[in-house]
């Protein structure tokens, strides 16, 4: 009997994010040598959302910021949506973390003098998109996301939730394959984390991002 569904997702079940033996020492060589990733092995698929979990320390963020590329790894290799990452040159490297990956911080990494349709704008016009088109998109972004009544507001005139949904918008503007989050929630109230869970949870099923 054929399983279903085999033929026409066979595509879609190639991992968008492929780890094999990551290592991660900070200080290497040094007495405060730290090996904070000991052969990390991950298959992600497109569309799915994990979650990392573990003990304070034990190399949550570290993991994340090898993906995001903001840190390089020790040794080992990732791979995003079959590019291997270690090919790629700085430049190439900047405009493919631009183009594929998201990052959900925690709070308070939006531009403080920007306002929150700014804010979200900015990934677009970093790549090259014109100005008054950057501005609808992030306008019809944010009213999605409820932000309709706040698109010209500062962060610090915004609640914890706003500021995290104006952070998201950000994320998700570019349409990245990989949104990264790290503690997403952690600085809001139990509501608000809430909302913004289920709002992870509705983004993952309407655009199929890998959160
Ligand atoms: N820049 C650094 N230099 C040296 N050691 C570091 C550095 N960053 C992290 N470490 C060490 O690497 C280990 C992993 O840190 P990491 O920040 O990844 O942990 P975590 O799982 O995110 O913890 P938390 O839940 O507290 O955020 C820790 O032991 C930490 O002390
Ligand atoms: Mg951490």
């Known amino acids: 009997m054929k399983k279903p569904n085999q033929n026409i997702k066979s595509s879609s079940q190639k991992p968008i994010l492929l780890i094999s033996k990551l290592h991660k020492k900070y200080n290497e060589g040094k007495p405060n040598e730290v ?43 990732i791979i995003i949506d079959e590019v291997d990452t270690s090919l790629l040159s700085d430049s190439k490297m900047t405009a493919f973390r631009r183009d594929k990956i998201g990052f959900i911080f925690q709070l308070f990494n939006l531009f403080p003098f920007l306002t929150a349709v700014e804010n979200v704008e900015t990934p677009l016009l970093l790549s090259g998109i014109r100005s008054g088109l950057a501005r609808e998109q992030a ?21 914890g939730g706003q500021q995290q949904r104006v952070a998201v918008a950000r994320a998700l503007i570019n349409q990245p394959a990989i949104i990264l989050g790290d503690e997403p929630t952690g600085d809001l109230d139990s509501a608000t984390s809430a909302e913004v869970m289920d709002l992870f949870r509705r983004i993952n099923r309407i655009n199929q991002q890998t959160l």
């Open 35 to 77: 090996h904070a990733l000991k052969g990390i092995e991950l298959s992600v698929k497109k569309g799915d959302m994990m979650a990392i979990m573990g003990a304070s320390g034990c190399g949550k963020t570290t993991l994340l910021n090898m993906i995001g590329h903001l840190d390089k790894s020790s040794s080992g290799s």
């Open 139 to 159: 306008k019809m972004l944010l009213r999605e996301l409820g932000m309709g009544d706040r698109l010209y507001h500062l962060p610090t005139e915004l609640s």
